[in-house]
């Protein structure tokens, strides 16, 4: 079975600072994309940014970019500059190709960007 | 946006009554997701579809069926409500290439 696990519920940063979020998975599949999805308070889910396991590279999305260790099963997020429009719920979100194409999340962060 | 419609955005029922929640595309995308959102869990999945007919569970299905007779609509049924079913219910869907999954607005469910 396929886990994913963000072991931060809440955090806080500064405007204008730069955050990280963690996000541990696990999977003995070698074929998978892993997403970052922003919940605001509208409570509509956003795609941020999204990683290839095959690729290297790690993916960046003009603030936002990502730590990709697969050997470590870890991918974070990383928010520079951070805006007060940034403040919402952080979903870590993984999904096996091939094979159904199962979409799997995480529990999510609370971040709060403050004035 | 993509086009996916969830309905009805709010129901309240009672428990012991069956409810159905629908999720309507017009992507024509292969698969489709029910998902709950409670607080503290995140997203869990309930049930997902990789086509017509083609179901299969996720890690909260009891008590949840579901159906895709057309590639259009995914429904989700409680049987028989509880109060432990109230909660926030997210339809979603993706084309399996792209991967990127789009989702509807959500239903908020309360069962009393």
């Known amino acids: 079975a396929q886990t994913v696990t963000q072991s931060q519920p809440e955090m806080s940063v500064q405007e204008a600072e730069t955050v990280t979020l963690s996000c541990t998975y696990d999977t003995s599949e070698n074929n998978y994309y892993l997403f970052w999805y922003k919940q605001p308070p509208s409570r509509q889910m956003i795609l941020v940014i999204r990683?290839?396991?095959?690729?290297?590279q790690n993916a960046t999305e003009n603030r936002f970019s990502v730590n990709f260790q697969k050997a470590a099963k870890s991918f974070s997020l990383k928010i520079s500059d951070s805006q007060l429009g940034d403040t919402a719920m952080y979903f870590c979100?993984?999904?096996?190709?091939?094979?159904?194409?199962?979409?799997?999340f995480g529990t999510g962060t609370r971040l709060t960007i403050i004035p | 946006d993509a086009g996916i419609t969830q309905s009805p955005r709010h129901k309240v029922t009672e428990t012991g009554t069956p409810v159905t929640l629908r999720c309507h595309q017009t992507?024509?995308?292969?698969?489709m997701y029910w998902y709950r959102q409670d607080p503290g869990h995140g997203l869990r999945l309930i049930h997902y579809?990789?086509?017509?007919?083609?179901?299969d569970k996720g890690e909260v299905s009891d008590g949840y069926s579901v159906s895709r007779s057309k590639t259009e609509d995914f429904l989700l049924t409680l049987e028989s409500a509880t109060s432990s079913q109230t909660s926030v219910y997210f339809c979603a869907i993706s084309d399996g290439l792209n991967t990127e999954a789009f989702f509807g607005q959500g239903t908020r469910l309360t069962v009393v």
């Open positions: 992507e024509n995308h292969r698969y």
């Open positions: 579809s990789y086509g017509v007919k083609d179901t």
């Open positions: 990683q290839e396991a095959y690729k290297q």
């Open positions: 979100a993984f999904m096996i190709l091939f094979g159904n194409e199962k979409l799997t």
